[in-house]
């Protein structure tokens, strides 16, 4: 595309705010606004003058349908499409849309995880609109974009705990900035997910049943190459995924998806793409849009994306960076400012992040599990499975100062005193980075690295901004406790105290060696290591308790999301084993026989021959037993998996499924991947590594 067409078709499939104003009567438009603005329920007039505008526009597109588009607790995102025809009776048909088909659909909320709120409640669910992300035309449908909760109001998805949090943070952060003086109009998070992905032949996809239908290859021994040459990151890409990044920028862009940055990944075949920033339930909308993209246009260029975050053993995972900012109209709160005060506020906000952070570092972790993830959390590619803050050189000594100080009279010159001016020079300058850390502050934001390649990140998202929300009031209260002390001294207080409390989730370190999950438990801090393990932070009593306080979550609503991410494990991994018995037992076993069958009959005619034969022979011999193993490991595993399914209890069958299935899975996986380093290719009957890894 040239640079004149890009401008042009920029956000064309966007139902933006211009072409509301433009197409709406003044009055209406500014009406829309307010509502918005203040959150309120939209009255129906406007509505039907809303819908009907939109409506008109997306007809204009071209959109034949419409859809409420929303994201179930699975992670995914759901649309069921209806056209806007509206025949007349007399073979004329009409193309209708009302505002009441605009704010509310109802969806069977049954058919969705629910983690049995269906069960308590009614199994009706609603999709409400949610006029913070424009509507947008995909595949001629207007996709309107909702959240979706149940008869009751309960939260059914992940868009509307996202939502609340955002509410939650920017109330508590704006009574933060009142007294500095500031009362902003908005206060908002900024989001910036990098996403990492693969992209392999589709010819290579189609014959693997284990990534058609997990996503990921279960069987595969190493390839002869691995990511050791270094070779492939930020290397030159090859043509045919050079002309799949395009296309994909295109149509990214005319949904005003701001993509941004394109590169070779570290591991073969590894890629990613890292959009511009935007406020935090829109460029989460944006990502889930880039996934759908990345998925379907692959396939116009004989590959197939892979969003899994462990397509292959032996090379790196993909995972997904979660860039998080706040800023206060447009103001980045977490930029050090030219002026001391300013730099007060800074570390003010920094100190909020580094206490919340600690306090729920389980659910932190939490908000990133799943099976998936499990693989890449703690492989020494990704960070850890322990939490941890990374402030970096220019920073950590600030901070070191500040809590040495502890005991010391705070003053107005003492944030001279301690250097904090030259804070914004020193930063810009700090190239420093540690890939190492989970959760790093990278100059003006931070970074957090656990989330997974193919997650929803509107969890991680939501805990985080909850929990600096808390912070934030924690401040206030301490603050309004002590009316009568200089607001400067008491605030220099608060960050010295706090940075002193939470001082052992600071970490700069190698987050990858092994004296640092010793030292994290010295330090007590929590290691996670698997889903079993970080699931039930977020039904504890202090998680419960904190989304309760800011009406994120309620405890009946953390109950289902529990149950719904522990079935979600539990799924996960019986298809996996499932696969794999199947694989076993109908492509490998077969090849297996029919392969030594063959050395078999070689060694027989060679034998009356007179020869000896003894590769063959040997070779025999060992498939022959390898096989028997297979057989028996991967009755071993159906076994074991038939009986984890039967565990009723929802925690225990997890438990089940991570301590007994998934050690038989890797001991069959062993057992296959031995034959296949032994056995012809023309008898093997998937792709090795080698040819996925490293096609032409
Ligand atoms: P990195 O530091 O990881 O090499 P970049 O500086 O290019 O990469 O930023 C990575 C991502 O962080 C991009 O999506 C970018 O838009 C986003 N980002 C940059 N600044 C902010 C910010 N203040 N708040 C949130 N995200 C940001
Ligand atoms: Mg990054």
Not at 595 to 614: H, N, Q
């Amino acid at each position: 595309m040239t640079q004149d067409k890009v401008s042009e078709v920029y956000g064309s499939l966007v139902f933006t705010d211009a072409d509301m104003r433009k197409r709406l009567p003044k009055p209406t438009y500014q009406e829309l606004r307010r509502v918005i603005k203040e959150n309120k329920p939209i009255d129906l007039d406007i509505a039907n003058e809303v819908a009907h505008a939109m409506k008109e526009w997306a007809l204009e597109k071209g959109a034949t349908h419409f859809t409420h588009w929303f994201q179930p607790l699975n992670g995914i995102t759901s649309e069921k499409h209806d056209s806007f025809i509206t025949p007349q009776g007399d073979g004329e048909v009409l193309m209708a849309f009302s505002g009441k088909e605009l704010v509310q659909g109802e969806s069977d909320a049954s058919s969705f995880p629910n983690g049995g709120l269906r069960a308590t409640f009614e199994a009706r669910g609603y999709t409400v609109w949610d006029p913070i992300t424009p509507p947008f035309i995909k595949d001629e449908v207007l996709c309107i974009p909702t959240a979706f909760i149940s008869y009751t109001g309960e939260a059914l998805d992940k868009k509307t705990p996202l939502l609340r949090s955002e509410v939650a943070l920017e109330k508590q952060a704006k009574r933060v900035l009142a007294l500095f003086g500031w009362n902003p109009k908005r206060v908002i998070t900024n989001v910036g997910p990098e996403q990492e992905y693969f992209l392999i032949k589709e010819s290579d996809f189609e014959a693997r049943t284990d990534l058609r239908l997990t996503g990921r290859t279960l069987f595969g021994a190493p390839p002869s190459k691995g990511q050791e040459l270094e070779e492939h990151y930020f290397g030159a890409i090859r043509p045919s995924v050079n002309a799949f990044m395009k296309e994909l920028d295109d149509e990214l862009w005319r949904l005003a998806i701001p993509a941004k940055t394109k590169h070779n990944e570290v591991a073969p075949c590894q890629h990613e793409l890292a959009p511009i920033y935007e406020a935090g339930s829109l460029a989460i909308d944006d990502n889930l849009l880039t996934m759908e993209k990345l998925k379907l246009l692959a396939t116009n260029y004989g590959l197939a994306c892979l969003e899994h975050e462990r397509p292959f053993e032996y090379v790196n995972g993909s995972g997904k960076h979660d860039n998080w900012s706040l800023s206060a109209d447009g103001r980045n709160l977490l930029e050090p400012g030219p002026h001391p005060e300013d730099n007060l506020q800074f570390l003010l906000f920094l100190a909020f992040l580094v206490a919340a952070v600690d306090e729920h570092a389980d659910l932190m972790r939490m908000s990133v599990a799943s099976a998936g993830n499990d693989h890449r959390l703690g492989a020494n590619e990704a960070p850890p499975a322990i939490v941890s803050v990374f402030l970096g050189d220019a920073l950590t000594p600030v901070v070191e100062a500040l809590i040495r100080k502890e005991h010391a009279e705070a003053h107005e010159g003492e944030i001279m005193e301690l250097g904090v001016p030259a804070l914004p020079d020193i930063l810009r300058d700090n190239t420093d980075r540690n890939r190492t850390s989970p959760f790093a502050f990278t100059g003006n934001k931070f970074e957090f690295r656990m989330c997974g390649s193919q997650q929803n990140l509107s969890d991680p998202n939501t805990v985080l901004n909850t929990a600096v929300a808390e912070q934030c009031e924690r401040f206030c209260d301490y603050v309004e406790a002590r009316k009568d002390e200089d607001f400067i001294v008491v605030a220099m207080r608060f960050i010295r105290h706090t940075f002193r409390d939470h001082r052992r989730i600071i970490f700069d370190g190698n987050g990858y060696s092994a004296e640092w999950e010793a030292e994290a438990e010295r330090r007590g801090l929590p290691n996670l290591k698997t889903t079993p393990d970080a699931l039930p932070a977020l039904i504890s009593e202090k998680s419960i308790a904190m989304f309760e306080k800011y009406h994120v979550l309620s405890e009946a609503e953390l109950h289902a999301r529990y149950v719904a991410k522990a079935e979600q494990y539990a799924k996960l991994i019986n298809i996996e084993a499932n696969v794999m018995v199947h694989m076993a037992n109908h492509l490998y076993i077969p090849a297996l026989v029919s392969y030594s069958g063959d050395l078999a009959t070689t060694v027989a005619t060679k034998a009356e021959l007179g020869i000896a034969a003894k590769a063959e022979r040997d070779l025999v011999a060992r498939i022959t037993e390898g096989t028997t193993s297979v057989y028996q490991l991967a009755q071993d595993l159906d076994a074991k998996n038939a009986d984890a399914r039967t565990i009723a209890d929802p925690t225990e069958r997890d438990r089940a499924y991570c301590d007994v299935v998934l050690p038989a899975m890797n001991t069959l996986r062993a057992a296959v991947d031995e034959m296949e380093t032994i056995c012809s290719k023309d008898c093997w009957p998937v792709p090795s590594y080698n040819d996925m890894l490293f096609y032409v």
